[in-house]
């Protein structure tokens, strides 16, 4: 079985500071790692993955993951912040023969001030 | 190629009376899992499916909940004689075949708001 844990539930940061969302996980076999953005009233969009080769993930608007296999974490990150990225955020791990079932973290509250 | 989805939006229940939300997966993907968002919570896992069979219900309350997937038409989740805790914004999500045993990612609906009161 697979746990993850967001240590931060919420996170307020003023606009274009940095942002770090922390994510760890535990699990007896290999997985493959997600971060979901969730905006007010919406449903869950895919911000990033990890499956294999390079470690550190980016996505198209600025994010970026880095999967640690020793201290089991898959942090994302933000070197600047814009109001837009008001949300919640969801770390996410599935093990390969569960096929695609998720397993979510509780999400961490991100909300950016002017 | 439409997304996930997933109707009504919202659903509004008075408490003893039964819900069904529909899912319409992507084209394609004969792959779909149910979650659970309670208030204030992370997304729960309760049921996977492919078409006409159940492979994972270890999320599904063992009372009241019931899901299918046809062969035709969309996958239904179904609450009997809902109570006020079954409020919660319930989300489906699809994905396609695997292919190679490679995991692919899952592609969310828009998810129903369920009330009861």
Redesign the interface.
Known sequence: AQSVTQLDSQVPVFEEAPVELRCNYSSSVSVYLFWYVQYPNQGLQLLLKYLSGSTLVESINGFEAEFNKSQTSFHLRKPSVHISDTAEYFCAVSAGAAGNKLTFGGGTRVLVKP | NAG?M?NPRHLVRRRGQEARLRCSPMKGHS?V?W?RQLPE?????MV?LQKENI??ESGMPKERFSAEFPKEGPSILRIQQVVRGDSAAY?C?S?PR?AG???????????TRLTVV
């Open positions: 996930v997933q792959h899992y979650y919570e992370g997304l729960k896992f996977y492979i994972d989300f999500a994905s695997k045993g490679q995991n692919t990612e899952a592609f969310f609906g828009q998810g």
